[in-house]
């Protein structure tokens, strides 16, 4: 499952590789190319990089944005190395002189100018705790603003672009807030508790991918239900939300 960590994960590694490398060769299965395909071929890579669970390839003027939601994944070959996937699943095929960048199964693949693409996903997305432009007050007043009880809002990327539910669950026990509180009974030192939190624990969830090493050993609820609360050694409970049937971890003692 990619979260906004993941997706910036991603970004660095293709950005470390890709960048400069000058399109040959270029198509992909979509229906969301809102420019000709063939005006990739000739671009420079400029840049990667991520908004929320979006992965960015800037091409000068141009942007291919991808989402690999559960099962999408991006290779990076070299020309002449073998696929590691069949060719079916091949969604975005991007070749340069040196390396050909690949995306299986990505539900989202999209072509458009930088421009368009980034003021599309401004709109569709809330403030992302990776991105320089952070602002915590604007995702606080987006929280409380989202009417719904605090645990569905914290999945609404128009509230915190990037949180999945793994970084969900985390970020409500660690803030000691119970994910069915809604969020007009949250005061404003619990909000800005949730999302100090979101912005700590991307942070640390993004440390640990650029190093390559698993998130698991740092989980304190997410995944703990046959074991005692790390932190009152009580139960923790394991429910799927409504309406959105999400996994949902909670220790009744430290979140209230
Ligand atoms: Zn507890």
Not at 103 to 120: G, K, T
Not at 194 to 204: G, P, Q, S
Request: aromatic residues 8%; hydrophobic residues 40%.
């Amino acid at each position: 499952m990619v979260e906004g960590p993941s997706a910036r994960a991603y970004a660095m590694r293709i950005d470390a590789k890709l960048k400069g490398e000058v399109v040959r060769l270029f198509w992909a299965r979509s229906r969301r190319l809102f420019v000709s395909p063939k005006v990739v071929v000739g671009k420079r890579v400029d840049r990667a990089e991520s908004f929320g669970k979006n992965i960015i390839l800037k091409l000068e003027e141009l942007a291919i944005r991808l989402h690999l939601m559960m099962y999408g994944t991006i290779h990076l070959y070299r020309l002449d190395e073998p696929l590691l996937k069949p060719e079916r699943m091949v969604r975005l095929w991007l070749e340069g002189d040196r390396l050909r960048l690949v995306a299986y199964n990505a539900p989202i693949v999209e072509l458009d100018s930088y421009e368009r693409l980034m003021s599309r996903l401004r709109v569709e997305l809330g403030p992302d705790p990776l991105r320089s432009e952070w602002n915590p007050e604007e995702a606080a007043r987006r929280l409380k603003a989202s009417g719904t009880k605090v645990g569905i809002a914290l999945l609404d990327q128009r509230v915190i672009a990037g949180i999945g539910n793994i970084l969900r669950n985390e970020i409500l026990f660690r803030a000691g807030i119970h994910p069915e509180r809604h969020v007009d009974d949250l005061n404003m030192e619990e909000v800005n508790r949730i999302v100090e939190e979101a912005k700590r624990l991307t942070d640390m969830f993004l440390k640990r991918k650029i190093k390559g090493e698993r998130i698991g050993p740092i989980l304190m609820i997410y995944n703990r239900f046959r074991q005692a609360c790390i932190n009152c050694g009580g139960p923790v409970k394991f429910y799927l939300q409504e309406p959105i049937k999400r996994k949902t971890f909670v220790c009744e003692r430290c979140q209230h």
